[in-house]
């Protein structure tokens, strides 16, 4: 694809709760221009369970998908057939949601004859950076979602070394179990960010699980429970005990990223001399602006650059499926159309590598 001016790439995204398509150009130095990105979620079918019903995400895929890519072409004023490859997320996340955008892309890529792209959704997050930012390899990714909490050493397009996971709660699950607690509602990341800001963050000392430890993991579980502890002694809560347990636990988890940035950038200094670290943060918790806040606090402190796309870029969407699928089309990667859904897929999964017969 090099010797090709610009590459147009239609990407597509349903692993969890976002219906999302996208129509993202790559020209031949690299840079990406986002043409249309139409994500429409699925708040409204879900809010009634306090979280995502997987089934019901599926069923919702199906209904909206092909609504969702009519409007990304029409926005973009590009048809289908312009399209130079179809890329869609095809793990991880619920298997249901993969499977419809998935086999979507099948479809489209069969009957225009244009090559498919396989995504992996981790691979989209680690990526996006580039297309927002334009930054080289190699980098560091924290990926803070409802359904991830990782550090990941970015050497390349399908070149990853996970530095640390979370051995429990992910993040935004975490964020997500608390506003329920709270009753603050779902998703409870923002509407735990919103109390927060009412509320007194040093009225509560809550557990930092892990942190005199070196390794690079993230606990929630013991924290989550501590606040759970907390509020069920204190109840009936009034507004002020929503507001200063969630004050407080929004700090105790912006102090715990904190620490593990600063542990993270210190491996990334000492194993690779001569570049600058670079920290760049992925998934929906990245737009909770204490947590954006201690690690701006770290980067400057250890002289590290801090790179976190926009909120919309940051959360599930088209664009930046389409946009890992253009980075690995531009290398010469493209999937059989026998690829199969895969609900797990791990970011240092040997089959991530593009090998160089691809090319
Ligand atoms: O990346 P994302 O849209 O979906 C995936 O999980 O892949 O992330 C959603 C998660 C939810 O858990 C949500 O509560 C959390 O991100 N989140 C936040 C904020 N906005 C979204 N967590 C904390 N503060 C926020 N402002
Ligand atoms: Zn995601």
New binding site residues.
């Given amino acids: 694809m090099s010797g090709q001016a610009q590459a147009v790439i239609l990407g597509i995204e349903t692993s969890?709760d976002?219906t999302a398509a996208a129509l993202v150009a790559r020209d031949a130095s690299g840079n990406g221009k986002i043409l249309s990105n139409v994500v429409r979620s699925q708040l409204d079918e879900h809010a009634a369970f306090g979280g995502v019903v997987p089934e019901l995400a599926a069923r919702a895929h199906v209904a909206f998908l092909d609504h969702i890519i009519e409007a990304a072409c029409r926005q973009a004023g590009i048809g289908l057939a312009e399209v130079d490859a179809i890329a869609a997320t095809a793990g991880p996340g619920l298997i249901g949601g993969v499977l419809v955008g998935l086999t979507t892309a099948k479809a489209i890529a069969a009957a225009l004859g244009k090559p498919l792209i396989a995504v992996n959704h981790l691979e989209a997050h680690a990526l996006t950076a580039r297309l927002t930012d334009g930054v080289a390899f190699p980098y560091l990714m924290l990926l803070v979602?409802?359904?991830?909490s990782q550090f990941v050493l970015v050497r390349g397009v399908g070149d990853y070394a996970r530095w640390g996971t979370t051995i429990d709660d992910a993040l935004?699950?975490a964020?997500?179990k608390t506003a329920k607690l709270l009753s603050l509602g779902h998703?409870?990341?923002?509407a735990?960010?919103a109390a927060a800001s009412q509320g007194n963050p040093r009225r509560f000392r809550f557990p930092r699980p892990l942190l005199r430890e070196e390794r690079l993991d993230f606990s929630f579980s013991g924290l989550k429970t501590a606040v759970r502890l907390e509020a069920e002694g204190l109840a009936p809560l009034t507004d002020k005990d929503v507001a200063d347990i969630a004050a407080s636990f929004q700090a105790t988890v912006a102090e715990i990223v904190a620490v593990r940035a600063r542990q993270a950038l210190e491996r990334f200094a000492r194993e690779l001399p001569g570049h600058r670290p670079l920290l760049v943060v992925a998934?929906?918790?990245a737009?909770?602006r204490t947590?954006g806040a201690g690690l701006q606090r770290i980067a400057d402190e250890t002289g590290a650059e801090l790179v976190v796309p926009p909120p919309a870029l940051?959360?599930?969407n088209g664009a930046m499926v389409a946009w890992a699928g253009a980075e690995r089309l531009a290398l010469g990667a493209a999937d059989d159309l026998s690829f199969a859904a895969r609900a797990r897929w791990p970011l240092d999964d040997p089959d991530m590598r593009i090998l160089p017969d691809a090319a």
Avoid at 145 to 148: A, D, I, K, L, W
Avoid at 187 to 190: A, V
Wanted: with cysteine; net charge negative; hydrophobic share 20%.
């Fill in positions: 969890c976002e979602s409802g359904g991830h935004g699950e964020f997500d998703p409870g990341g923002p735990l960010e998934g929906g918790v737009a909770n947590i940051c959360t599930d």
